[in-house]
């Protein structure tokens, strides 16, 4: 175990160490998936079946959460902002804002219901935590980052 942490521990510093701003969007999947890999405890069968399905979902949540998100704020712009909005454009914006969010809980629900009988549900809740705590460290390592370039 004290290997396995080591090696993906080299491979978490080798992923950020001198990140190239043309490669960080490989560079950040690939920490996510050693990140998740590792919190999960994924065998190698587990991950064959696992990661399909998870960047499945990665790509339906960024295609209803960032893209249509961006697509209304930009709609928004084009107005003049929020304020410039008329009560029907902003009752419209705000229904289509909440639509996202029901389309991610969908997405959530599919993801934990395709993850069943592939992993365990307690796995699922390490899933839902390690989500989490890549955000975080991501977070943090950028913000690391932008206050000493160097590192």
Excluded: C
Aim: net charge positive; no cysteine.
């Amino acid at each position: 175990m004290k290997i396995k942490n080591i090696i993906l521990s080299i491979l978490l510093l080798t992923v950020f160490t001198g990140v190239a701003q043309s490669n960080d969007n490989e560079k950040i999947k690939a920490f996510k998936r050693a990140y998740i890999t590792d919190a999960l405890e994924l065998t190698v069968d587990e991950a064959e079946k696992f990661w399909p399905i998870y960047n499945a979902f990665e790509k339906t949540h960024r295609e209803i959460k960032i893209v249509k998100t961006k697509q209304i704020l930009r709609r928004i712009r084009l107005v003049g902002g929020v304020d410039k909005l008329n009560k029907d454009e902003a009752d419209a914006i705000l229904k289509e804002f909440l639509e996202i969010d029901i389309n991610v809980t969908n997405a959530k629900k599919k993801l934990h219901k395709d993850l069943t009988g592939i992993i365990s549900s307690k796995k699922i809740i390490k899933l839902i935590r390690a989500e989490h705590g890549f955000n975080k460290e991501l977070l943090k390592r950028f913000r690391n980052r932008n206050i000493n370039p160097r590192n």
